[in-house]
């Protein structure tokens, strides 16, 4: 399963953008990224995947490199409740997840 | 139902026991998955079924942890001679097909006295 790097933590104002980066050196051809999300105390929450082309939905957006060695999770505009560990993660062989330590995002008033 | 459902919430057992964890993925999501999470921990990979089968179970920690899943649908994760090291919630996902998202459950909070 291909690795990921992660900050450890990052914070960001209320209201602004937030910009989380992640390195897949080894990601393979057919690799999906995925992005989760864990708020304290609940399960983790699915934010979004993307194979090679950008992906948008109502929760963020995912900006692929070309060579798809790293990505970026970006929240247009970061509240509250956006508070949470952020988990970039390969897929391998059935989709399995393996989540590492993720980035601990906080967001101040 | 609209979402993965997992049950108990809380259970609290004495050492030595087993116990049973029930996961209910969302109907038509033929991928289920079981994880670990300690205590400030990051999540562990326990198994992965594909329809009924497991190919891949390489995440169980020892023979004292089994799962199972009937009729493409429920899946019970057993553990036996339950120690205090299996303290944690244990969370279930499940996904569509092997490319999408996952949902998770809320997850079993496990206490062993």
């Known amino acids: 399963d291909a690795k990921t790097t992660q900050p450890n933590s990052m914070e960001s104002n209320e209201e602004e953008p937030v910009h989380l980066p992640c390195n897949h050196s080894t990601i393979s051809g057919t690799d999906y990224i995925h992005w989760y999300r864990q708020l304290p105390s609940q399960g983790p929450e699915y934010v979004i995947h993307g194979l090679t082309s950008n992906v948008n939905n109502r929760m963020a957006s995912l900006a692929i490199a070309e060579d798809r060695k790293s990505s970026t999770l970006i929240l247009h505009r970061a509240t509250l409740r956006d508070a949470a560990v952020y988990y970039c993660i390969i897929s391998g062989g059935y989709n399995k997840l393996i989540f590492g330590a993720g980035t601990r995002l906080a967001v101040h008033p | ?113």
């Open chain 2, 1 to 113: 139902g609209a979402g993965v459902s997992q049950s108990p919430s809380n259970k609290v057992t004495e050492k030595g026991k087993d116990v049973e964890l029930r996961c209910d993925p969302i109907s038509g999501h033929t991928a289920l998955y079981w994880y670990r999470q300690r205590l400030g921990q990051g999540l562990e990979f326990l198994i992965y079924f594909q329809g009924n089968s497991a190919p891949d179970k390489s995440g169980l920690p020892s023979d004292r942890f089994s799962a199972e899943r009937t009729g493409e649908s429920v899946s019970t994760l057993t553990i036996q001679r339950t120690q205090q090291e299996d303290s944690a919630v244990y969370l279930c996902a499940s996904s569509f097909d092997s490319t999408g998202g996952y949902t998770f459950g809320s997850g079993t909070r496990l206490t062993v006295v």
